[in-house]
Each structure stands twice: as C-alpha cells, then as structure tokens.
C-alpha cells in the first residue's frame, strides 16, 4: 500500500494538484491504513507503472474483448495508430467510428495542465484539444466512450478489472476491498495508468539519430544538415517556432512541440464518417468534443502541436488523418496558399473553397500572418521541392531506436525485451 | 589637501552633534549656535570650491583612489577608478564629505553619521520617425542606493534598481540589486571590494547615471557590446598611484554560454546582455579575471582601458560550450579642453570555439557570434551657462558596431551570414536645469532599419536626476 502514500506525500508529478486530492481521499477512504505503509517511492512507482503496463495492453477491459489502449496506441508504433485509417471503431463491435486520428502519447511527460500564457496563447492540456488536465483525467474517455472500449460506466470497467489476471496485483496496491468501489478503482486504474505512461522510459527515449547528434556522438549528413537548417530559419520552414528543436532551458533535449494550438486550415477529410454531415465541423479548443471554450469563436479550428518525433512512423497526418503521406503534408504546409487548388476543392462555380473543414464564418481563424503559411498566390512556396526533401530526411532523423551499426531507427527498440 | 580637512571638520562636528553629551540646555544652545556658524562658513567653502570646478581644469592630483581612512567620511569614498569628471559639463556631485560617490555623481543624503543614500532616476521617450505607432514613453529606471560606513577602513555599498516602473510577475519591469559590495581599504592608497560589483570597462558602465552621458539613451556600443549595467560577483582589488593611475583588478563570475538562446533576439541585441547571470544563482564554475586602469596624470585627460576574459561554459553537461572563452578588451580616451567634452571608445570581443554549439542551432536566426565590435567619438560643447547652475552642452556622436561580425565556420556552407555592420549618428543637447537635473534631446540616424533589433530613426526625449 505504498503507492498511496507517494501519491498523498505529494510526490507524483503527473498528477494536477486538485486531482491528486481527490485521489487520495478516495484511496483514504478505500483503505484508511494505507498511509502509515509508509516506506520507498521507487518501488511504489516500478509496481503501480508495472500494474499500469497490464492495464494498457488489457483488450478484455473493453466491451469488444479486443480493444486496449495498446490497439490504438501500438508501442511498436510509437504509442501512435498502426493502420492508415483516418480514424479508429469501436464498441462492443468495433464498428462505432472515432472523429479524430490517434496521437502519438510519446514525449508527452513535459505537457501540464491546459493554461492561457500570458500573452492569451492556449497551452498544454491533454488530447487534441486539451480538455484533460491530466493523464488520469484522460484515461476516462477510451474506458468509457462508445466509439473506443465501450464500458459506459465505471461500473463495468471495474468488474472487467476485478476479473483480469493482475486483480491480486491490483488489491495489493489499492487494498483488498478496493473492487468493491466501483470509483475509487477506476481512479486507482487511471492513476496507475498515467503513472506508467510518465515514467517508463519507452515513453521517452529520446534514442534518435538526432539525440546522438545533440550529444556530439556523430554527425548528421549534409542533407539532414541542410533539412535541420530549413526546418528552423524562420524564413523558410520556421517550423521550429511551434515544434521547438534546440534544448529546453534546463538542458533536456527538444521535443519537437511546445504544447501549444494553431489552426492550419488543413482540408476536410471525408473519410470520416462525421464529416458526412455538412453541419458537423471538429473545431478543436472550441468543440464539439470540449465544451468549456465553446464560446471563445476565435480559437475555433485550433489543436494541439503534436511532437514531431517519430513522425515519419505516422501512418496517417494530422488531427484528421488527412494526409496519409509526410511528404504531402510538409507540401500542403508551403503551398497551402501558393496552390490552393492543389489542396481544397472547387465550389460549383469552379472557386476553391479553401479552408473547408472550418465553418464558413470562422474562416478567418486560420494562421495566415506565419511562415511558413504567410504567403499569397503568385508567391514561391517558403521551401522548394529540394528543400522540402532535405527537411523530410531531416525528419527522419527524429525516430527512436536508431542504431549507428545498421543507419536504420525502428521505435520498436525502445520497448522492453519480452 | 584642503578637502580632506573639510571632510573632517564636517565628520567632527557630527560627532560633536551627539545629543547625550549636554546635560545642561543654556549651555547646549550656546554650542548649537556655534555649530551652526561653523556649519555655514563650511558651506560657503564648500560651494567656493565647487565653482572653482566648474573652470577649466586646474591642475591637479587625480582625485580618486583615496582610501577610505584618508577621507574619513561618513558617505562614500571615491571609487579607486572613477574618471576624475563623472558628470559631463557640471560641478563634480558631492557627498557631504564633499568627495564624489562612486557611481553616482549625485551628493546623497545622509541618514546619521554612517549611512548614506543617494539615488537616480530615467523617464524617456523615444518615438521612431518611420513608426510612430511604436512610439513609447517610459519611466525607464528609478534607482536608491545606499552607503555604510563601518569604520575608517570599511563601507558596504549597494544599488537597487527598478525598471519600467511597475514590477511583478505579469508585468514588464524588473526589480534588481545592481551593485552590492562591502570594501575595505587595506592602505591609504589600495584596498579590496568583494560582492557584487560593476565590471570596470569603458566610460560609461560604473557611471551609468544619466547625468553622466550625453544623449536620452546610452550609447549604443556600451549596451550592445559592453553590456552596461554589467555586473558580476567576485573580489576585486582597487588602488592608485602616485602618477595618476588608477587601476582595479578582479576575478569573480563571467556571463553562462550555456543560456544562449538561438530563437531570440537578445543575442544579436548584445552578446554578451543575454548570457550575463547578475549573480542571480549564477552558473558559477569557471571564473572570469578582468584588469581594468585609468591613467589622469595630466589634468583634463583621460586615458584607460581593461580586459575580461575567462572561459563560459560553467560546466555546462549537455551543450558542447565548455571549451569556450570569452575575451572582452576595451580602450578609452577623454579629453575636456576648454568647454569641450571629447571621448572616444573602442572594444571588442571573441567567443572561441562555437561551432559544434552552432551546428544545433543551424538555422537559427541567433547562432553564437565568434567576434563581435563596436567604437564610437563624441564631442560635446558646454556653450551656455546661467548662473552657478544651470547650462547647455550640444553633442554629437558617430557609433559603429556589430554584434556579430563574424561566425565560426560551419560544413557544407550551411553557416549564417555575419549582420552588418550598424552606424548610428546621435545629435542633440543635454541642459542642466542643476547639476543634478538633466534635460535631453536628440535625434538618432541609423545606417539601416531593423525593427527586431529596435534599430531606426527615432527622435529622443529625456528627463534625468541624481541626488
């Protein structure tokens, strides 16, 4: 019963401050002794994250039998989706679309809790759209929602649990009766769960060919040189300005994001069964899915910078998988309003309806004053088609598990031999 | 020297104010009276030699690098190196001991026999030509100060700073502590300073006070390349000698290399105003040595100069910026013939060994810059007087400066252009309403525009005060 005395000493830093209250009342409650089990954190971490682990791989904690976190998250994949669908089904029958493409969940450990900065920038907050302050906060949703496990209520989380091999596991940590709680164990499920998702380092490994390079352990070829250049001058790729790529001030290498929300207008997928509605629009911060911004119509359109770490593993692009191939993604990035024809579709009238997938009104929310996407029709593209192939072998040099001996990085690597 | 006896004299009668020595009042007035009287010859005696100041240079020994014990003053001593005219065109501001505060030029206000306060302050307003809209008016500094002697030998010296008027965490100024130091004069002519001090290079970083310089803004080469107000912690050594030299020598902490920060524009503002620490829990491992002198043998002269230097990587276990070295060297002359006020200044620095630290920043629009420079002239007129106080010094001032006149190599040509070279043009005038109130205008011309580096035509007002 040690974990519950890190988690109350206030020792666990994945966890927001009002959360961690509440968790540790309710663990209070489950098992009033647990406190004075006192004793050493390290392994109250190693066993809730070693409990967290079972929990992500778990299919039978869906109301499909066949759906984990780890079906859509596939560690050998970067903790991101293994197919090129846009979006994932699922439910008791695996047929209930999602709305949005699965995001990577590694290099996620220096995200916070969802704030406006200073100067009104949103920032961090988990998901897309930042509705969940905190891992165990954003566990919730894939338990319960119909289009993910399916569970509909703690309840039947649960009992699944109750039942799944590591339950002995589960009390040991939480107490004997904690199942009889439907609450306080699915708190306690989450709670491991973002406790594995913190500290196991294949969440970040930061084991690329570029981290060697950081270390002064080898050079980069000319050509991922060049691609490094354009990806950070701020007048051409300027990317860096939203995926940062130098150090964080405490020395901790670049994760290729700082948490933070643009609109980049990118096209509407019909591929989503969503979208079959012309009245549906995903705008992000301001919803459907979160609700508390919904009148905040200025940041309609805006989602999260993902990291772009592994991004050449990513099968499908952006928030609605639109793009299946990276290097059309970076194109759409410079040519967006060079070309816009090349992007969005024409109105009956032959017009290009550009910036399609936000409502018609809202239009002007889309970043048009930013390199790279500053520029006007007539305008050369902010990179070339060379450039733009020297920042895609730059962006491969960001995959975890690159081995010196053979050239080749597989995210793979990073995972704990079986 | 007469104005050491007056320093006494005034310290005397301090101590002789001392209100527990008279048990009878009749007796008490009498010496009050006397006091007084005493007090008022000493004031006229006092203002007789400050308008002999005023004149043209008369010859005499340089008037710094005496020692805390051969002045004996309640307020502070004189800084081993101060220039023998910290304020441009005015009487030399006083203590009350009648010696000039080191880094003040102001006459302070004394609190009691050993402490004393002073302070200083800067309103500007500063309106670009070409963008008016970017036009600002700021409450650019307001500073208080403070003195205290211990005894004879040794005085703790300190300066605290507040910038942009209003300070907080959401807010745009900064609150800081410039100088802090306690000294202790080891001989009438040489002693020790340990804390945080002022780095002593160029004209105008330890007298930074605005009645001290021409112009609403300092000058450009010592913000962009001695990045005034630059000061570090350490120990350092003063003293003078006999031929007018004024020398000070220290070691003590250097700017953190590791703290670069290629996505600003900082780096390119002034090198070395971006990584300098102030001795906010500064990365401490490789100490910096600085030489600084000040050569006044002929009266009206001025001629000086220094080095620092010292390697900046502190350390450093995840950048490759520990093979890194810092040389800042700088020279000086200022010459006061008749009502001319002329200076000139040139300095440079080198940071070696920052191409494997660049190569990460490749790209970037602030990669580390291998040299960096800048030299100005400047020549003032003191053309009008009124009375005892009040005066109008017309100038003019060519800078030339580049905060990155050269980068280390980079493969494959993929390193960044060095920036040109900047040239600014400063005319204007400064009118002392007193010694201690200044007015300012002037015009800034700038060779090329760069609104990120806040270079551009601009048109300049200034208030300044000391006291």
């Not at chain 1, 670049?254 to 509407?268: K, S």
């Not at chain 1, 239009?363 to 048009?368: F, G, L």
């Not at chain 1, 050369?380 to 040099?397: G, N, R, Y």
């Not at chain 2, 609403?216 to 000698?241: K, L």
Request: glycine share 10%.
């Amino acid at each position: 019963m040690i974990a519950g005395w890190s988690l109350c000493a206030g020792k666990s830093r994945n966890v927001s401050h009002g959360l961690r209250a509440a968790l540790c009342a309710l663990l209070l409650a489950a098992a009033p002794g647990f406190v004075s089990g006192g004793g050493n954190t390290v392994p109250a971490q190693a066993a809730l994250s070693a409990l967290g682990q079972k929990i992500f791989a778990d299919e039978s904690l869906s109301a499909s039998g066949k759906m984990a976190c780890a079906t859509c998250h596939d560690p050998k994949f970067a903790h991101a989706q293994n197919n090129a669908l846009a979006v994932q089904s699922g439910g008791a029958n695996l047929d209930v679309p999602g709305f949005r493409s699965v995001p990577s969940l590694r290099y996620l450990n220096l995200n916070i809790p969802f704030f406006f900065a200073n100067d009104g920038t949103p920032t961090g907050g988990f998901n897309r759209d930042g509705r969940a302050n905190d891992l165990v906060a954003q566990a919730e949703r894939p338990f319960l929602a119909a289009h993910e496990m399916a569970n509909g209520d703690a309840a039947a989380v649960v009992d699944k649990l109750s039942r799944a091999s590591y339950a002995d596991e589960f009390r040991g940590l939480f107490g004997a009766d904690v199942f009889t709680k439907a609450d306080t164990a699915f708190l306690a499920a989450r709670y491991a769960l973002s406790v594995y998702e913190t500290t196991e380092p294949q969440f970040r490994p930061f084991s690329s060919k570029f981290d060697l390079f950081l270390k002064g352990k080898l050079r980069l070829s000319e050509q991922e040189l060049r691609g490094y250049a354009l990806f950070n001058n701020p007048n051409k790729g300027r990317c860096a300005a939203c995926h940062l790529s130098t150090r964080q001030a405490n020395g901790d290498p670049p994760v290729f994001t700082d948490y933070t929300y643009d609109n980049l207008g990118v096209p509407r997928n019909a591929e989503i069964p969503a979208n079959d509605d012309p009245a549906y629009f995903d705008m992000g911060l301001c919803g459907p899915e979160r609700t508390d911004l919904a009148n905040r119509s200025d940041l309609c359109g805006q989602f999260k910078v993902p990291t772009l770490r592994n991004i050449v593993t990513r099968k499908v692009i952006f928030h609605n998988g639109y793009f299946k191939s990276l290097r059309e993604a970076v194109q759409f990035y410079v040519q967006r309003d060079t070309n816009a024809d090349k992007w969005y579709p024409a109105d009956g009238d032959g017009a290009v309806h550009k910036f399609n997938d936000v409502p018609p009104l809202l239009t002007r929310n889309v970043n048009t004053t930013e390199g790279p996407y500053d520029r006007h029709p007539g305008d050369a593209p902010a990179l070339s088609e060379p450039e733009i192939d020297d920042v895609m072998v730059f962006l491969a040099t960001l995959t975890d598990g690159y081995d010196p001996a053979t050239g080749t990085a597989d995210p793979a690597r990073d995972l704990p031999k079986q | 020297m007469q104005r050491k006896q007056l320093a006494l004299a005034i310290l005397m009668s301090c101590a002789g104010l001392a209100p527990n020595a008279y048990a009878d009042d009749a007796k008490l007035k009498a010496e009050v009276e006397a006091l007084r009287a005493e007090v008022a010859e000493l004031r006229g005696l006092v203002h007789e030699m400050q308008a002999q100041r005023t004149q043209p240079p008369t010859p005499a020994a340089p008037v710094s690098g005496q020692s805390i014990a051969a002045t004996a003053a309640p307020a502070a001593p004189v800084a081993a190196n101060a220039p023998t005219a910290p304020a441009p065109t005015q009487p030399v501001a006083t203590t009350t001991a009648g010696e000039p505060i080191p880094g003040t030029g102001g006459s302070g206000v004394a609190l009691g026999a050993n402490t004393s306060f002073w302070g200083y302050g800067q309103l500007d307003y500063n309106r670009p030509t070409a963008r008016a809209g970017d036009t600002v008016a700021d409450l650019t500094r307001a500073v208080i100060g403070f003195n205290h002697v211990f005894d004879e030998n040794t005085r703790v010296y300190g300066e605290i700073e507040w910038e942009h008027a209003v300070a907080s965490s959401s807010d745009k100024g900064e609150t800081e502590i410039e100088q802090l130091y306690v000294e202790h004069a080891l001989a009438p002519n040489y002693g020790v300073r340990v804390g945080l001090m002022l780095v002593p290079l160029g004209l105008l970083n330890e007298h930074h006070e605005p009645s001290n310089y021409y112009g609403v803004e300092r000058n450009f080469v010592e913000q962009a390349i001695i990045p005034s107000t630059w000061r570090e912690g350490g120990v350092a050594m003063y003293g003078s000698t006999e031929w007018g030299l004024n020398w000070n020598v220290g070691v003590g902490t250097g700017p953190n290399l590791g703290a670069w920060d290629p996505t600003a524009d900082e780096g390119r503002i002034s090198p070395l105003g971006s990584i300098h620490q102030e001795l906010q829990l500064a990365k401490a491992r490789d100490p910096s040595i600085y030489a600084a002198g000040n050569w006044q043998g002929i009266p009206g002269l001025l001629v000086g100069g220094g080095i620092f230097t010292g390697k900046i990587g502190q350390g450093n276990a995840t950048l490759p910026v520990n093979d890194s070295r810092l040389v800042l060297s700088e020279a000086h002359v200022r010459w006061q013939p008749g009502p001319f006020d002329l200076s000139a200044l040139y300095t440079r620095g080198t940071i070696s060994n920052t191409q494997d630290l660049n190569l990460q920043f490749l790209g970037q629009p602030t990669p580390v810059p291998k040299s960096f420079w800048g030299g100005y002239v400047q020549g003032a007129w003191h053309a009008l007087a009124w009375g005892n106080d009040s005066s109008l010094s017309p100038f003019l001032r060519y800078e030339m400066f580049n905060t990155a006149a050269s980068y280390a190599t980079q493969p494959f040509g993929l390193g960044t252009a060095p920036l040109p070279t900047q040239r600014v043009w400063t005319v204007g005038a400064n009118y002392y309403l007193n010694p201690n109130v200044v007015f300012k205008i002037d015009y800034q011309k700038f060779h090329y525009e760069d609104v990120a580096l806040s270079y551009g035509n601009r048109f300049d007002l200034g208030l300044g005060y000391q006291f």
